[in-house]
């Protein structure tokens, strides 16, 4: 448990240094950069292990719940203003984005190690990725006000090569609130079913390639504007700031998993610059949503 | 010459000079970041933050004191580098002197190269100690003359005059690094020097500085695939075609450039297997090496990652053939050293003049020497406490844990800010140059 705590706190750490050294005189340094994207890796890594070890205990279990609610809810994953409450918190545990995504992928461990291993070394950011979706499922443990933010997350964890997860973005507290406006009593069903382990839905590449070429514009800024709230947010309570850490981290996760390119966009020069109109983009469903990610977008566009 | 210092062999370290403000508020552009003395060992150039080269230089041993060595005054001071900014990219390119490279002396004027994070710079160093006079149609002053005044002529004769230094740029090599220059290192064959950044290394000519032929090139197609930097890169001493570059894996390539035009090709490969229980998230931030130094015979080369020296011999690719610890108590305190950065700090690592000692800087203005033959190492300190001239410095040590001894020093009091990364030892006198963050420390041993 200790391990996940540090692992944690190291990820928040390199985010912040990461977002730093962009302001740094002399310009971005690559080298120093590339060993903290190493270390929030191997971070994430061992935190999501950590996550993905409680979730296989009742994996069983997870799955049957899964298995019952997940056809259902699919359609709505990514309807805005749906009031479906177990929409959100399947969403969320899902991982898949699209709606057009029919099937639900309830995967066993065994088979998302399967798959994560097979992809090769660009995909451990994937592998994260992946994982990241298992790790959300939990955070409602810490904050039931986790589990709409799905819909968000999904967006923003799309954006790896080929896997998809679904970690919150920040804010989930803020979502949590009023997530697609009834949701309050299915909400707190939902957070109770949240509360078990939930076996991981990985998406599979089929999933993800509808998606792919939206969000990945949208991940960058996400990632930025991830670096911003977490910073902000140093003042808040332990159990929200982790929260919020851990979906900052889970977007940065799958900018590390998908590319370096965020981090280097300003070293060769090139600014992401659709990123603003990709925040209001299609893919986040969630109005509440929408009002979080606007004041951000300002954020990115500074950056 | 003698070793390290200790036990069996009998070298004393005593304190010679410290230059530098005494100040304890650092200026920034005041910091040093890097050292070297020339192939004499008679100059020592340092570069600060600044962009500012100062050269130092060894005054001639006094009969009357044959106990001591000479002392290293100012010789000559110069503004290298000037910051810049690249408005394409918009980024502010900084006057931090990275490295310092003398070229071997042809004539009477000394030359170096010295570099920042995108321009290097060959500076020609040359004094002037005469000056002609009497011309006929000038006065001294330099105004002209009446030309119906001059009634005779004469010849103008070279008359001494107070020593000036001058530093004149005779060479900008710049525009051919993308990304910041971490080494440059001067060919044995004088004429070829290397530069090397992040991600690639060029070969450039010291008469032509409008192209550079680049030999090793480790961009990757896409940049998302990055998985290793270059960090420092050197010529042999003695074969002109070979040279080694290090990266941010703890790898060691040895690329011959005979082999072909584009040297991505290693001839050698020089990696250590990690050890499985020593593995941590920052495992990759520590094996990063920081620096590569050939011996003097060619024969070795030694690497400084975060906790360790290395010693590779060149025939062995495996594994090195010594590895000293310079301070492994830090290695349960990884992790607050990355939160305040100091793992990213880079250590510098050299050679004495026999290739029988290696020298490298740590924390708390410690400097640790490791003498290959005795097997013994010391810890030194730079401070201004131990600075009475000729006083002999005595050793250091740091607790690791359990009971403190008297005049030990527990890990958790360790300063971090005062940390020494840049050392030179002359090349062939027990004189070392130690630079703490804006002090240059200057030892020698105990005649």
């Known amino acids: 448990m200790e391990y996940k705590v540090e692992a944690h706190r190291i990820m928040s750490i390199s985010l912040g240094k990461i977002y730093n050294s962009r302001v740094q005189r002399g310009g971005i340094k690559l080298h120093k950069n590339l060993l903290v994207s190493l270390v929030l890796r191997s971070a994430r890594q061992v935190y999501l292990r950590d996550y993905y070890g409680g979730i296989c205990l009742s994996a069983q279990q997870a799955r049957e719940w899964c298995e019952g609610e997940y056809m259902d809810s699919e359609q709505d994953k990514l309807v805005p203003g749906s009031t479906e409450s177990l929409p959100e918190s399947d969403g969320q545990s899902e991982v898949a984005v699209d709606k057009q995504e029919p099937s639900n992928v309830v995967e066993s461990h065994a088979a998302l190690d399967v798959e994560s291993e097979a992809s090769g070394e660009q995909d451990h950011a994937e592998n994260g990725v992946l994982d990241s979706g298992c790790s959300e499922l939990k955070t409602p443990e810490e904050s039931p006000e986790a589990s709409p933010t799905c819909e968000v997350s999904n967006v923003v964890t799309t954006i790896s090569s080929n896997c998809i997860s679904g970690p919150p973005p920040s804010n989930p507290k803020q979502a949590t609130e009023t997530p697609n406006g009834c949701q309050t009593d299915d909400g707190e069903s939902v957070e109770e079913k949240l509360h078990e382990p939930i076996v991981p839905h990985t998406c599979t590449n089929r999933k993800r390639s509808a998606d792919d070429s939206e969000l990945t514009d949208s991940l960058p800024k996400k990632t930025k504007v991830m670096s911003s709230t977490l910073i902000s947010k140093n003042d808040e309570k332990k159990a929200e700031t982790e929260e919020m850490d851990t979906s900052n981290v889970s977007s940065l996760i799958t900018i590390f998993g998908s590319s370096f390119s965020g981090l280097l966009s300003s070293e060769d020069g090139a600014q992401p610059d659709s990123e603003a109109e990709d925040s209001d983009s299609g893919q986040i469903c969630c109005d509440q949503m929408l009002k979080n990610l606007n004041p951000w977008s300002t954020a990115i566009v500074a950056f | ?447």
Request: overall charge negative; hydrophobic content about 30%.
């Open chain 2, 1 to 447: 010459m003698a070793g390290a210092g200790g036990g069996g062999n009998d070298v004393q370290w005593c304190f010679s000079q410290v230059k530098g403000a005494i100040d304890d508020d650092v200026a920034e552009a005041d910091i040093i970041s890097t050292v070297e003395f020339n192939h004499s060992g008679e100059l020592l150039a340092t570069g600060d933050k600044g962009g500012r080269v100062v050269i130092f230089q060894q005054e001639l041993e006094s009969k009357n004191q044959p106990q001591c060595r000479g002392e290293y005054n100012v010789y000559s001071t110069f503004q290298s580098h000037e910051p810049e900014f690249d408005y394409l990219k918009s980024l502010e390119i900084e006057e931090k002197i990275n490295k310092i490279r003398w070229l071997p002396q042809k004539n009477a004027a000394q030359f170096l190269l010295s570099t920042n994070d995108k321009t290097i710079k060959l500076w020609k160093i040359s004094e002037r100690d005469k000056r002609p006079e009497g011309y006929n149609l000038k006065e001294e002053d330099g105004r002209y003359r009446d030309p119906t005044t001059v009634t005779t002529l004469r010849v103008p004769v070279f008359h001494p005059m107070d020593l000036m230094v001058e530093a004149s740029p005779r060479r900008v090599f710049a525009n051919a690094h993308t990304y910041h220059i971490n080494s440059i290192s001067v060919n044995s064959d004088c004429e070829t020097y290397l530069s090397a950044d992040d991600l690639r290394i060029n070969l450039w000519n010291l008469e032509i500085t409008d192209r550079s032929f680049n030999i090793v090139d480790i961009k990757p197609a896409n940049m998302e695939e990055l998985t290793e930097v270059i960090t420092a890169a050197e010529f042999h001493p003695n074969q002109c075609n070979t040279f080694v570059y290090s990266s941010s894996k703890g790898t060691i390539r040895l690329c011959d450039m005979r082999a072909s035009a584009l040297c991505d090709q290693h001839s050698k490969l020089f990696e250590e297997p990690e050890d499985p229980s020593n593995r941590s998230f920052f495992s990759e931030i520590i094996s990063s090496i920081s620096d590569v130094k050939f011996s003097h015979s060619g024969r070795y080369m030694m690497t400084r990652d975060y906790l360790t020296v290395k010693i590779w011999d060149l025939n062995m690719e495996s594994r090195p053939v010594e590895t000293y610890q310079v301070h492994e108590y830090l290695r349960s305190k990884l992790c607050s050293l990355y939160e305040n950065d100091c793992i990213f700090d880079k250590f510098e690592c050299c050679w004495n003049g026999n290739d029988s000692v290696v020298m490298t800087g740590s924390y708390n203005n410690f400097f640790r020497m490791f003498d290959r033959g005795y097997r013994q190492d010391v810890t030194l300190e730079a401070s201004r406490e131990s600075s009475k001239p000729r006083s002999v410095l005595k050793p250091r040590k740091v607790c690791t844990g359990g009971k403190r001894k008297k005049d030990e020093i527990s890990v958790d009091s360790l300063d971090f800010n005062k940390k020494i990364l840049h050392t030179a030892w002359h090349p062939q006198d027990n004189i070392i140059a130690v630079a703490t963050t804006n002090n240059l420390y200057i030892f020698q041993d105990r005649l």
